[in-house]
């Protein structure tokens, strides 16, 4: 997939740090991840890409703590970066966009476990 397909259907919809016209060097891990799941056709990234953000999706127990331990736990970024895994979060802290993208799709059954584990 191309970088602006990866733009349009994970940092534009979802991310509450991308910057519309910044040079991204780097892509958090959840990004690469739901990168690689779409291009197993595993899920339609235009289709993905009109979703809402609904935080119910990322705030479930069992599914925050599956992405924490795979995505979050290893992903560069959350050590400096990352708001939302910090241990004072700010009550408005939101995920990264690829993580967002990933509760949507385990949320609503598209991706589980096995296929997130594939992808890493």
């Excluded at 992405?67 to 970024?77: G, H, I, K, S, T």
């Amino acid at each position: 997939m191309s970088k602006i397909d990866f733009i349009d259907y994970i940092c534009r919809p979802y991310c509450m740090f991308f910057r519309e016209g910044e040079k991204e060097e780097m892509a958090c891990l959840g990004a690469r991840v739901a990168e690689t799941l779409g291009e197993k056709a595993l899920f339609d990234p235009e289709e993905s890409a009109a979703w809402d953000k609904d935080e119910s999706a990322w705030r479930d127990p069992d599914r925050d703590a599956l992405l924490f331990e795979n995505v979050c736990r290893p992903c560069e970024f959350r050590a400096e970066d990352c708001e939302y895994r910090s241990d004072d979060p700010p009550a408005d802290a939101e995920p990264c966009g690829g993580l967002i993208l990933l509760s949507l799709l385990m949320a609503r059954s598209l991706i589980d476990k096995t296929a997130l584990e594939n992808c890493l």
